[in-house]
T-cell receptor
């Protein structure tokens, strides 16, 4: 079975500061990992995904995430936060088979001017 | 970019009443999903649908729930007799290819269901 844990339900950073949102996964098979973002009053949008190719994955809006098998982590980073990055971020995992996405609880990112 | 559309954005109902949540997936997509998120909890998978039948469902998706694609464009989730604990944000999603191909899921903006 697959599961994800997102550390920190709320993260607050200053504009221009590094963004780091943490995600640890548990999977009995090589995982496929995803980060989704939800802006206010909008649906979930895919930021990036890892599917066993390069361990460093680049996504939209300057975000990237690194798959670290030894740490069972897939943390999301962005070098410099922008006000428009304020949103809810969800990490998700699925097995490399016909299984649905399993989501974390989400982390709300606030960006302070 | 094409998008998944959900209506209504907010639905209020009395306990025991039937509700139908509506979704219009992206037109050429073949796989359809419902997820829900109870306030403060995880986004949870409910059901997936392909070729006019359920392909997978979770433990949450009991006999009170049903899905339908009545006319080739809409994809509906029906809750036969709502309970207080059904209050949640319900997300519809669609994809072009099979889940094992790790196709990108496109999500709608959700319907907030409030059961009183």
């Amino acid at each position: 079975a697959q599961s994800v844990t997102q550390l920190g339900s709320h993260v607050s950073v200053s504009e221009g500061a590094l963004v780091l949102l943490r995600c640890n996964y548990s999977s009995s098979v090589p995982p496929y990992l995803f980060w989704y973002v939800q802006y206010p009053n909008q649906g979930l949008q895919l930021l990036l995904k890892y599917t066993s190719a390069a361990t460093l994955v680049k996504g939209i809006n300057g975000f990237e995430a690194e798959f670290k098998k030894s740490e069972t982590s897939f943390h999301l980073t962005k070098p410099s936060a922008h006000m428009s990055d304020a949103a809810e971020y969800f990490c998700a995992v699925s097995a490399s088979g016909n299984t649905p996405l399993v989501f974390g609880k989400g982390t709300r990112l606030s960006v302070i001017a | 970019e094409p998008e998944v559309t959900q209506t209504p954005s907010h639905q209020v109902t009395q306990m025991g009443q039937e509700v139908i949540l509506r979704c219009v997936p992206i037109s050429n997509h073949l796989y359809f999903y419902w997820y829900r998120q109870i306030l403060g909890q995880k986004v949870e998978f409910l059901v997936s649908f392909y070729n006019n039948e359920i392909s997978e469902k979770s433990e949450i998706f009991d006999d009170q729930f049903s899905v339908e694609r009545p006319d080739g464009s809409n994809f509906t989730l029906k809750i036969r007799s709502t309970k207080l604990e059904d209050s949640a944000m319900y997300f519809c999603a669609s994809s072009l290819r099979r889940p094992e191909e790790n196709e990108k899921l496109f999500f709608g903006s959700g319907t907030q269901l409030s059961v009183l």
